[in-house]
């Protein structure tokens, strides 16, 4: 079993920036892709940006050039930067992950969210 935790999520004024974590954890022995997506209230969740291990990122053409994806191997760790935060990034950050477990079974864990709010 592995578990995904948020966290950084928070209040912030448009043209702002934050930075969000996603901590992996439990039976790993391989990730072989971290992503985060997004969902705003009333719409259906999206996709926000992916980083695939050893190959390409990949990122929503909203967030492009604002949004930069990264991970720390060795903490299990996936990085959300966001800059120039506007309202309509305003949504419950999502971060999944592409696992292989130590028992060799591949799936997708997915964490409880972390809020984000662009408003001034």
Known sequence: QVQLVESGGGLVQPGGSL??????????F??????????????????VATLTTGG???YADSVKGRFTISRDN????????MNSLKPE????YFCN???????RARF???????????SS
Not at 21 to 28: H, L, M, P, Q
Not at 30 to 47: L, V
Request: glycine fraction near 8%.
């Open 19 to 28: 930075r969000l974590s996603c901590a992996a954890s439990g039976s790993i």
């Open 30 to 47: 391989s990730i072989n892709a971290m992503g985060w997506y997004r969902q705003a209230p009333g719409k259906q969740r999206e996709f």
């Open 56 to 58: 390409p990122t990949h």
């Open 74 to 81: 060795a903490k299990n760790t996936a990085y959300l930067q």
């Open 89 to 92: 990034d305003t949504a419950v």
């Open 97 to 103: 992950a592409d696992v292989t477990s130590t028992a």
């Open 108 to 118: 997708t864990s997915s964490g409880q969210g972390t809020q984000v709010t662009v």
